[in-house]
């Protein structure tokens, strides 16, 4: 697989390189120059097919001029070893728990496969791989976990002290190994600011090979097409032939693997993009005009984006045709008033305690329904994280109902350890150089 930049159709790059550098110099995207379609057998054959043989087919063609095909099916089943089961809601409705990870949220398929790519492509012998992140919660958890233990590479994830919930802060601070967790006193933004710095500054490049590992990484992107055709093929099983999914959507990473499944050959009829108050993709299927927005704290707060990065890759899957895109794609948008309603209607009718993200997801498909009484299609909604990691969100008589999961109860009993930093880029630099 070779690819381009969104912003130059005749860059040419390997899969290593865009790997290792993320983004190219010209701020583009990378995306593959050609999507090869799945072998017509195996989508007519797929529920046959349990999910890492799925996801092996599908990486295979994508990535086997790349890496040898016995390879890849070894990174394939270290990384993707748990279950993303489609659980049935009602005749026609399911839900797509893909929090079954060890950071129990659907970035672990990202990160963990991308750790064990760029793991791959760490030689024995080359230079060892610092991974720098800035979390305000989900990514970093997924980060460390996809990480820890992942030889030939180390990590340090910077955190703003006292704004990551508890669970997300146990998953960043109580791994050791090759994990480091930095509190700084200070926002997000101030994290942001000091991963930047350091990866603009000439002494660390020059002692450390750098990587940023951020959710803009095409190794993150293909993982995730895994899970599409893996519940397609649990509903094909059950007889269903039209299938839509519901993406709660933040820098539209998640769907827009869905929508390179799409045209890898997966048969889905509709994609719904649903959003929180943070609405740039939906007012534009509306106005044709995207604007983007500073982001909006909501309950859903990963997808708390303005500023959608990976919609340039959508536009560029559809190269740029709107009217395409808008037959595949419907999108949608609810508040916190609404999140909270869905919580509680998820609740009421099935018995199942949703997180905020997932919420939106059903009302999406609740909403879809409304202005399309005759679709019969089973429609399914991705469930992005699990319940637990967000406590505060539910009224206690849904809040009682969520079940600890292991991975959690294993991390409890374990001790924290994060470094201490203040804003100030001096500090930070020489704690990277004494690493
Ligand atoms: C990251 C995240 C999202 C948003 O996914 P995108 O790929 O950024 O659209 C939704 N829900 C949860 C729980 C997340 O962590």
Redesign the pocket.
């Known amino acids: 697989m070779k690819l381009y930049s969104t912003n130059n159709k005749d860059l040419r790059v390997s899969f290593k390189e865009a790997v290792f550098n993320s983004m190219p110099q010209d701020k583009g995207l990378y995306m593959p120059v050609e999507i090869p379609a799945l072998d017509s057998d195996f989508i007519e054959n797929i529920e046959k097919y349990s999910l890492p043989e799925i996801a092996y087919q599908v990486a295979a063609t994508l990535l086997k001029d790349e890496i040898p095909v016995e390879d890849l099916k070894a990174i394939i089943e270290d990384a993707i070893n748990f279950e993303a089961p489609a659980v049935k809601l009602d005749d026609h409705t399911f839900v797509l728990e893909l929090f079954h990870g060890p950071s129990l ?3 672990d398929f990202g990160a963990r496969f991308m750790s064990r790519v760029m793991a791959y492509f760490l030689k024995d012998g080359e230079q060892l791989l610092d991974v720098l992140v800035a979390t305000s919660g ?1 990514t970093g958890g997924a980060v460390a976990l996809g990480f820890l233990g992942v030889p030939n590479t180390r990590v340090t994830i910077l955190y703003p002290e006292g704004k990551v919930s508890p669970i997300q802060e146990l998953q960043l601070t109580t791994n050791g190994a090759n994990i480091r967790a930095v509190e700084v006193k200070g926002t997000f933004d101030d994290c942001q600011a000091l991963v930047k710095q350091a990866f603009a500054d000439d002494e660390l490049n020059t002692k450390f090979r750098l990587t940023s590992a951020n ?1 803009i990484n095409i190794s993150r992107l293909i993982p995730q097409t895994f899970y599409y055709f893996n519940t397609y093929a649990q509903l094909k099983k059950q007889g269903f032939k039209d299938v839509i999914f519901s993406v ?8 827009g693997a869905g929508l390179l499944a799409y045209k890898l050959g997966l048969p889905v009829k509709q994609f719904i993009a649903a959003t929180n108050v943070n609405d740039t993709v939906p007012r534009f299927l509306q106005s044709g005009i995207y604007e983007t927005k500073p982001s909006t704290q909501t309950y859903s707060n ?2 708390d ?1 303005g500023a959608p990065s ?1 919609w340039v890759r959508i536009m560029d899957l559809f190269s740029g045709n709107v009217d395409e895109l808008k037959k595949v794609v419907t999108s949608y948008r609810f508040d916190d008033e609404e999140t909270l309603n869905g919580i509680k209607a998820i609740d009421s009718k099935f018995d199942y305690v949703a ?1 905020p ?1 997932t919420a939106i997801a059903y009302l999406a498909i609740e909403k879809f329904r409304n202005e399309n009484p005759d679709d019969q299609s089973a429609a399914v909604f991705l469930s ?2 699990h319940a637990c990691k967000f406590p505060d969100i539910f009224p206690t008589n849904i809040a009682d109902k969520i079940e600890i999961p292991v991975q959690l109860k294993a991390l409890e009993s374990k001790a924290k350890h994060a470094d201490q930093l203040s804003v100030d880029f001096e500090s930070f630099k020489i704690y990277l150089l004494n690493g």
């Open positions: 949220a659907f970035k989900d959710s709660p959507s933040g820098n539209f990473g998640n769907i990963a997808m984006v990976n997180c993200h992005t994280a």
